[in-house]
């Protein structure tokens, strides 16, 4: 069964970094999508960024340039640099999984995926 810990979300200032984590387990040998979903007040849970088990990274257009997803297996975590944060990123920030999302992880829809970490707040003030 695969777990997700989400940590790493503050308060920032608009213009500042922020480097979210994402500890997994239960992954093992399945060929796991995995990713960053946010959740503004009052909007649906979006997707941010995510590896596909290729390894390639995609990305939402407003984050593009700005954000960098990536994955040390060897300390089983996931990563979320966030730079240049704008107040429009301030959101409930979610690591999921699925293994058969494949490439499609950003635009599934979030009750079907098969992993949520828990939700860590980022806010950001302009």
């Known amino acids: 069964e695969a777990r997700l810990m989400a940590s790493g979300g503050g308060s920032v200032q608009s213009g500042e970094s922020l480097r979210l984590s994402c500890i997994y387990s239960?992954?093992?040998?399945?060929?796991?999508?995995v990713g960053w979903f946010r959740q503004a007040p009052g909007k649906e849970r979006e997707g941010v960024a995510a590896i596909e088990p290729d390894g390639g990274a995609s990305y939402t257009e407003s984050v593009k340039g700005r954000f960098t997803i990536s994955k040390d297996n060897a300390k089983s975590t996931l990563y979320l640099q966030m730079n240049s944060l704008k107040p429009e990123d301030t959101a409930m920030y979610y690591c999921?999984?699925?293994?058969?999302?494949?490439?499609?992880?950003?635009?599934?829809?979030?009750?079907?995926?098969?992993?949520w970490g828990q939700g860590t707040l980022v806010t950001v003030s302009s």
């Open positions: 239960g992954l093992g040998d399945e060929r796991y999508a």
């Open positions: 999921a999984a699925d293994k058969s999302a494949g490439r499609y992880l950003l635009i599934s829809p979030p009750g079907t995926l098969d992993a």
